[in-house]
């Protein structure tokens, strides 16, 4: 039987030839195709393959997005990420989600053939040169994860207020407590998170998504 495949990816030129390379020796058929985010859902409300081929860069609703979309509405599909991204950042909020498989658009067509029925038999299929960046992320996040236990209630209060911009002084007023107390209270925070200044202590906050930046 032939995997069921949807190819979604604002690119004409990019799903002919996707199309093309699945189909060629007739173990996969496409059977839909979508322009965006948007297109791609409502198709799944009629249809749903095997496995969606799924860009991030796309109008209207980008593959994130379209991903977390599918999680919620539990649509049963394997979901394949395939993009010119190779950032980890976007890797990990795959995973975050809940991706099947995660590819960069330069691997070799056996490799998409072997990711698909990979996914298809409950497998998860990582691009292998990501790996060892989604491992070392990995352990990056979980030694971050130590450090922000150690804080106390508060020092999370005021590295979160001090994340935005907010002086001591000013802090201190928010809270109702003393720029001294305040003072202390960073120090504390700058030994625990390991970092020696403001902004290191507000960039180590934003990549823990402990703040918020609009």
Do not use: W
């Amino acid at each position: 039987m032939k995997a069921k495949v949807m190819i979604v990816d604002n690119h004409s030129m990019v799903r002919e030839g996707l199309k093309k390379l699945l189909e060629f020796d007739g173990d996969i058929e496409v059977i839909g195709e979508a322009n965006d985010g948007l297109e791609c859902l409502d198709f799944l409300e009629k249809v749903v393959p095997q496995v969606v081929l799924l860009d991030i860069d796309m109008p209207k609703m980008n593959g994130l997005e379209v991903l977390q979309k599918i999680k919620e509405k539990k649509i049963e599909v394997k979901v394949i990420i395939l993009t010119v991204h190779n950032e980890i950042e976007y890797l990990i909020k795959a995973v975050n989600i809940g991706i099947d498989g995660y590819m960069i658009k330069d691997s070799e067509s056996s490799e998409l053939r072997k990711a698909i029925f990979q996914v298809i038999d409950g497998e998860t299929y990582i691009q292998p040169s990501l790996i060892p960046l989604l491992k070392s992320r990995i352990l990056e996040r979980d030694k971050d994860e130590i450090k922000i236990e150690k804080l106390t209630k508060r020092e999370l209060e005021i590295l979160k207020l001090l994340s935005i911009g907010l002086y001591n002084k000013e802090i201190g007023e928010k809270l109702n407590i003393s720029e001294r107390t305040v003072k202390n209270h960073v120090s504390n925070i700058f030994r625990k998170i390991d970092v020696t200044d403001r902004t290191q202590a507000a960039v180590f906050a934003i990549k823990n998504n402990l703040v918020n930046i609009f």
